[in-house]
């Protein structure tokens, strides 16, 4: 398996437009995780799916922020309008539904919002 | 969320053993204490974990206490590549949901 597949690695966009970020998590796993971190506040749990079910948002900072997974294979999380205190890097991450098991981290992307 | 203590940096030798601790005092029975590391410019990667006995794994040791109010990551040689921000979490049901919540970390500085 190629692991959890981000993309873009890099977006660059002007306040006020819409970003997508996309990840494919590894094949097989039913957990999914999207994370954000800036040096400021570190790595924070914005959403995190149980067999493509938000379990838990309340990471995420307010409205302009969406994230679905329409199947078990893919997930977005969108910024609409985006600002430039959204800048960061988003990691998204894969696990198996169990407790004694691991996550694996994507590479992420870089979201710079001018 | 079930919270961890870690200082916010330590500094080995290379070749040296390092121990990073942790102190998880309210860790509830199920929580399972599990150890991430990342190195700068990539996303965390998964080093080890346990829940009552200690483990060992190619990468590292978990040691941890027999209370389990507290652990410690054993890296047996340090070498350069394990610079790193390590991160000690507790991965528990809470509210029937499961969480994997990063604090902020301890950054290991391995000097030659």
């Known amino acids: 398996d190629a692991g959890v597949i981000q993309s873009p690695r890099h977006e660059v966009t002007e306040m006020g437009q819409e970003v997508t970020l996309r990840c494919k998590p590894i094949?097989?796993?039913?957990?999914l995780f999207w994370y954000r971190q800036t040096m400021m506040r570190g790595l924070e749990l914005l959403i995190y799916f149980n067999n493509n079910v938000p379990i838990d948002d309340s990471g995420m900072p307010e409205d302009r922020f969406s994230a679905k997974m329409p199947n078990a294979s893919f997930s977005t999380l969108k910024i609409q309008p985006s600002e430039p205190r959204d800048s960061a890097v988003y990691f998204c991450a894969s696990s198996l539904l169990r407790l004694n098991t691991e996550a694996f981290f994507g590479q992420g992307t870089r979201l710079t919002v001018v | 969320d079930a919270k961890t203590t870690q200082p916010n940096s330590m500094e080995s030798n290379e070749e040296e053993p390092v121990h990073l601790p942790c102190n998880h005092s309210t860790i509830s029975g199920t929580d399972y204490i599990h150890w991430y590391r990342q190195l700068p410019s990539q996303g965390p990667e998964y080093v080890i974990h346990?829940?009552?006995s200690n483990v060992n794994n190619r990468m590292a040791s978990l040691a941890i206490a027999e209370d389990r109010k507290s652990s410690t990551l054993i890296l047996h040689r340090a070498t350069l590549r394990d610079a790193a921000v390590y991160y000690c979490i507790l991965k528990g049901t809470q509210g029937g949901s499961e969480k994997l919540v990063f604090g902020k970390g301890t950054k290991l500085t391995v000097n030659p």
């Open positions: 094949s097989g796993h039913n957990s």
């Open positions: 346990g829940l009552t």
